[in-house]
């Protein structure tokens, strides 16, 4: 599809090349889309609409909410819950399995969704996000369960990801590459601009909390050891550094012009094997990134591959620019 086309152009030339589509894929999306114009319009709108700041409460990971948490994540249940193609919904929000109400047959896909990813950037109008991922819904008309969620990221059928910066842009990945729209708001669209985006293969800039470091491992110290040595150290060359705080601006990032992203498993909560969750920020992460050339990995496995225990599982994580993140992977294979 060429630069220009809109998303519902875009979702519609996708669902006639796979024989036999019934048009409820389709219809997902597009309700997906529609949610992420809703929760765009109303980050951008911010205090004059009275949804800055923080609430009393804390979700099920024992962060306290901000008011948009809450409010996006029932923006994105509304939207997809009513057209039938779903058969639950699970999100960084809520502690449980969300089942879609008085459903009869029961829908395909399960959808699972971090609706306000970056939330601590709110209040200082910084990029932040919405992330997706897409999951058939195992078993025969069985009510699904939190189990039923509990597949591997090679699982996905889609997974997209919604960026709300200087403009609004909706990335996506159907299995085919990955897409990126802009939001046109005079035309209340999203339209293709940036097609078949690609991560190039090496990089010289990396992203990570610096402020953890003395409670990475040794494989993590090591490769951003020699990143700061620049020039006069063993990578011969000079590295830059970010650290936005909102995953889907640091992919996004990525995705545009390379880079390596580490959020590494740390001793900081011996409790958590990382700070990311894997089914709603790790898993729709990494498959964007594997479709755009790069790599993901926990430093000793493919995050795609991983096994699912829990909903609200934590793994670390290391994506980006495939020589920079087989890098860091080698690292811990001689450690
Ligand atoms: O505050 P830190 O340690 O820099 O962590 C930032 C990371 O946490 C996250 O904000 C978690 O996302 P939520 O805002 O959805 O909880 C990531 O987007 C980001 O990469
Ligand atoms: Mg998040
Ligand atoms: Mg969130």
Request: proline share 4%; charged share 20%; with cysteine.
């Amino acid at each position: 599809m060429h630069i220009g086309t809109t998303i519902t152009q875009f979702i519609i030339e996708e669902q006639r090349q796979i024989k036999g589509a019934t048009g409820d894929f389709t219809s997902l999306l597009n309700d997906i889309v529609t949610a992420c114009k809703v929760i765009s319009n109303a980050v951008n709108k911010g205090a004059l609409i009275g949804v800055m700041g923080s609430l009393d409460s804390e979700n099920v990971q024992g962060e306290t909410q901000k008011k948009l948490d809450v409010i996006t994540n029932e923006i994105f249940i509304q939207s997809n819950e009513w057209a039938g193609h779903l058969a639950a919904m699970a999100s960084e929000e809520m502690d449980d399995v969300y089942q879609i109400p008085g459903q009869y047959p029961r829908g395909k896909y399960l959808l699972v969704f971090d609706p306000l990813d970056g939330s601590s950037n709110v209040d200082v109008n910084i990029s932040v996000g919405t992330i997706f991922s897409i999951l058939r819904c195992p078993g025969e008309g069985d009510a699904p369960t939190a189990e039923s969620f509990l597949q591997p990221g090679t699982k996905q059928v889609a997974a997209g990801y919604a960026l709300y910066g200087s403009s609004t842009m909706l990335v996506l990945t159907t299995g085919h590459g990955v897409n990126g729209f802009t939001l046109d708001r005079d035309i209340g669209e999203f339209i293709l601009t940036h097609p078949h985006m690609t991560i190039p293969a090496d990089t010289k800039e990396f992203a990570i909390n610096a402020s953890n470091q003395r409670f990475w491992e040794a494989p993590v110290k090591r490769y951003v050891q020699e990143c700061l040595e620049g020039k006069t150290g063993p990578r011969a060359r000079d590295f830059n550094m970010r650290w936005v705080a909102s995953m889907v601006a640091e992919v996004h990032r990525i995705l545009v012009r390379g880079g390596i992203f580490m959020y590494p498993k740390d001793t900081k909560d011996p409790a958590k094997a990382g700070k990311l969750r894997l089914l709603y920020e790790a898993n729709p992460m990494s498959f964007i990134v594997e479709q755009a050339g790069g790599a993901s990995s926990t430093g000793r496995e493919r995050i795609l591959e991983l096994q699912p225990e829990g909903l609200h599982q934590r793994v670390p994580v290391i994506l980006g620019s495939k020589n920079e993140v087989e890098k860091v992977v080698a690292y811990h294979k001689e450690a």
